[in-house]
């Protein structure tokens, strides 16, 4: 059940406070339920724990493409640079969530892996907990690239570079 009724801010300010935590960009990719390789725009990822080495993401339940994170036992975080936005838009919009005309590679998992993202992190789900309308879903890494290149940044609904742009 919502709780919104009981605290004292509305939806909308809630969404544009978070806004305000500038974060990087990321795609999350597994092999998917049968139906191909799925990928999602996130800012949600963050890092858990050094040893052993685990990372987190959030899963929007409500999306159609949910079934495929939560029956997939593996994933790949792209960490997308700065000339990667029109793939962060791709992956972003609703039902857009194939790799139609998207060249990958993979790692160990067999999770699709995006060519130039500044870091990717191949994972073995570990755990997913409960997160009200999310799923917390945490993998561990077993194998990662890292890359020199500018970041693409999120900030109050836009996309952003480091400096002027
Ligand atoms: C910058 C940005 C960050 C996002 N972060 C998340 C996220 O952390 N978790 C998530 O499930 N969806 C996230 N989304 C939303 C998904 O990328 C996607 O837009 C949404 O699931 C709609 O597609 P669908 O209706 O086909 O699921 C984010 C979108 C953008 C643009």
């Known amino acids: 059940m919502s709780t919104t009724a009981q605290n004292r801010f509305v939806p909308a300010q809630y969404r544009e406070?978070?806004?305000?935590?500038a974060t990087g960009v990321a795609i999350v990719t597994c092999e998917g339920d049968g139906r191909g390789p799925v990928g999602v725009t996130v800012n949600s990822f963050t890092s858990l724990s050094?040893?052993?080495p685990l990372v987190l993401w959030c899963l929007d339940?409500?999306?159609d493409r949910a079934d495929a994170y939560l029956t997939s036992d593996a994933f790949a975080i792209n960490v997308l640079a700065r000339a990667q936005q029109a793939l962060?838009?791709?992956f972003s919009e609703t039902g857009q969530h194939d790799f139609d005309g998207i060249r990958y590679e993979t790692l160990a998992t067999n999770a699709p892996v995006l060519p130039g993202a500044l870091a990717v992190f191949d994972c073995?789900?570990?755990a997913r907990h409960d997160g009200g309308d999310h799923t917390i879903v945490v993998g561990r890494v077993v194998e990662l690239v890292s890359r020199?290149?500018?970041?693409?940044?999120f900030?109050?609904?836009r996309y952003r570079g480091i400096g002027r742009h």
Not at 17 to 21: D, F, K, N, S
Not at 148 to 153: F, K, N, T
């Open 17 to 21: 406070a978070l806004g305000r935590y």
């Open 50 to 52: 050094i040893d052993p």
């Open 61 to 63: 339940n409500r999306s």
């Open 88 to 90: 962060s838009v791709r």
């Open 124 to 126: 073995r789900v570990e």
């Open 148 to 153: 020199d290149g500018e970041p693409l940044l």
């Open 155 to 157: 900030f109050r609904g």
